[in-house]
């Protein structure tokens, strides 16, 4: 299975579209969604809270403010 490369980020009013190399197993993909969040909205990785989704395409995410 080929996994499309982690620079794709689109914002479509309060979705989020991202493509993410790390298979979905053992929580792999979740941790590289969340760091690629951090990156993107300039905040701490333990600022992102994963709050519905864990095993599904999507999430809804909570994302606070420092």
């Known amino acids: 299975m080929k996994f499309n490369s982690s620079e794709r980020i689109e914002l479509n ?5 991202m ?10 993909a979740n941790r590289e969604m969340i760091r690629n969040m951090s ?3 300039v905040v ?10 864990l095993t599904s ?6 994302i606070e403010s420092i």
């Open 13 to 17: 009013g309060n979705e989020i579209t």
């Open 19 to 28: 493509s993410i190399q790390s298979e979905p197993k053992h929580g792999k």
């Open 39 to 41: 990156k993107f909205f």
């Open 44 to 53: 701490p990785e333990n600022n992102i809270h994963i709050i519905s989704g």
């Open 57 to 62: 395409r999507k999430n809804l995410i909570d």
